[in-house]
Nanobody, 127 residues
Framework: QVQLVESGGGSVQTGGSLRLSCVAS????????MGWFRQTPGKKREGVAT????????YYADSVKGRFTISQDNAKNTVYLQMNSLRPEDTAMYYC????????????????????WGQGAQVTVSS
């Protein structure tokens, strides 16, 4: 079992920044992919950024490339999502996620393959 706890959500104006944190605990050594997904009411959960834990290779949705950065602090078992130049369309519930298999880039379009989810952190960007 793996537990994921997010923090850092909030409300900002367009152009602002936020950093989400996800503290992982439990059997995290078996997780080959970690990442962030987001969801708005009535829409599918979509991948935002993921990475392959053995070597840190990162993948980003086209909509966030150049604005968001995913990173990890192994000593703290924490995954971060730095979000800059936020836009109203970034408003969503953001979920930390973990998966045992690889193919972390493909995983972004296949949220159903996720093994573990956090409880979510709301991000609201106002114009």
């Amino acid at each position: 079992q793996v537990q994921l706890v997010e923090s850092g959500g909030g409300s900002v104006q367009t152009g602002g920044s936020l950093r989400l944190s996800c503290v992982a605990s439990g059997d995290i050594d078996g997780m080959r992919c970690m990442g962030w997904f987001r969801q708005t009411p009535g829409k599918k959960r979509e991948g935002v950024a993921t990475f392959y834990t053995p070597n840190g290779s990162a993948y980003y949705a086209d909509s966030v490339k150049g604005r968001f950065t995913i990173s990890q602090d192994n000593a703290k078992n924490t995954v971060y999502l730095q979000m800059n130049s936020l836009r109203p369309e970034d408003t969503a519930m953001y979920y930390c996620a973990a998966k045992t298999g690889a193919l972390c880039g493909v995983w972004m379009g296949q949220s159903s393959r996720t093994n573990y989810w956090g409880q979510g952190a709301q991000v609201t960007v106002s114009s």
